[in-house]
């Protein structure tokens, strides 16, 4: 029994460092020539994400006074997110974050739901002047 275990022991270290060297024998160097107008796109499209969201995450509906409190206590408990206001008649609303897709805010929204229990994710309906 105890030389089945120490042939086992020393046929797994030995194949672990013959796999050792063999991963660590290669090495290379990369040369990427690329046209300079995919810099240029590249540009263009993190502009166009940046301006439009797909998901974000509601932390509050209610009066103004305690809109911009749980505004301020969003922005000292979290700095990754951006907030925002917004009024609906006759209530004010604290929006959070731009996600680009529904995992990602579900993501945010397991971290924010420790502080903020009533928070959920949604989708902004566009604009009827901004389509």
């Known amino acids: 029994m105890q030389k089945t275990a120490a042939k086992f022991f020393f046929s797994t270290v030995l194949l672990t460092l013959f ?3 063999i991963l660590c024998a290669q090495e ?10 995919i810099d240029a796109l590249l540009s263009l499209k993190k502009d166009i994400n940046r301006t439009h969201s797909n998901y974000k995450i509601q932390i509050f509906n209610g009066n103004r006074s305690s809109a911009e409190k749980a505004r301020s206590e969003f922005r000292n408990s979290f700095s990754d997110w951006s907030t925002s ?4 008649t006759p209530n004010y609303k604290i929006w959070i974050g731009s996600f680009k897709t529904r995992l990602e805010a ?3 929204l397991l971290t924010v739901k ?8 949604f989708k902004p309906k566009k604009d009827k002047s901004n389509p």
């Open 19 to 21: 796999t050792m060297t």
């Open 28 to 37: 290379g160097e990369v040369t990427v020539n690329q046209d300079k107008q």
């Open 85 to 88: 206001m917004r009024y609906e």
């Open 106 to 108: 579900d993501r945010a």
């Open 114 to 121: 420790k502080k903020f229990r009533n928070a959920f994710v």
